[in-house]
């Protein structure tokens, strides 16, 4: 049995092999997990790292890399709030660039777990687990509307 540990990049990275996740290691020391499942929304990209005073919180992210247009990004807002009108979790909210003179955007995902009293590796692999679940779960709710996406 696992036993409870304080939060590190060591610990997360037992985790993400334990579950068999490819990943790496960006710039800034964070995991970037390359998910393999293309999704209609594009590839979800997903990092893993450390955050707060006391380097004690489980962060999780990511985005779809379909870009929404400008026309449709008030529906996308106005779609996130739909979905968190039924569901907490993940955290989805629509991230804005703009690129060269026009405004786009993306569907971001992301979810922060307070790991103050420490966590076992099981604990972090399932944390990793249930976030990917509710990103498809996001992206199948999302897709009962294609035709407001995906052109």
Known sequence: MDTVEPL???LIERALKAG???YMIDSDGDYRINYDTETSLGHLNLVVA????????FRIYGWFDH???EARLSQAIYFCNQYHRNYL???VYVVFTEEDGIRKGR????QTFDMEKGIHQEGLLNFT????GGCISFHKWILKEP????T
């Open 147 to 150: 035709e407001t996406w995906l």
């Open 20 to 22: 068999t996740y490819n």
């Open 129 to 132: 687990r249930m976030f990917v």
């Open 89 to 91: 979790f993940p955290t």
């Open 50 to 57: 450390i955050g707060g005073e006391r380097k004690d919180l």
């Open 67 to 69: 870009k929404i247009p």
């Open 8 to 10: 590190t990049m060591p």
């Open 107 to 110: 569907f971001w995902v992301q």
